[in-house]
């Protein structure tokens, strides 16, 4: 079986929202699990917003947020840091 490749983000803008997610998930110490759990979203969904390949849509980012305990301003606000 060959190795398993990476797909890179699908842009710069997802890789840092992603990357601004799993920060602050970090920061809490929950893993992708819990999170997807109190966001009431599939992990899979996490995943692939954490490494860009997924564009979530409003609602989602709010879910994210409040499971976060933060704003989708905040997070917005953090990926363009990032970026």
Excluded: F
Excluded at 17 to 41: K, N, P, W, Y
């Amino acid at each position: 079986m060959p190795p398993r490749r990476h797909k890179p983000a699908r842009s710069p803008d997802l890789a840092a929202l992603g990357e601004a997610i799993r920060r602050l998930r970090l920061e809490m110490g929950i893993s992708q699990e819990v999170l997807a759990e109190r966001a009431d979203t599939d992990l899979s969904q996490v995943g692939g917003i954490e490494r860009g390949r997924r564009n979530p849509s409003y609602t989602t980012l709010r879910k994210l947020a409040a499971a976060l305990e933060t704003t989708v301003g905040a997070i917005a606000s953090l990926a363009d840091e990032i970026r």
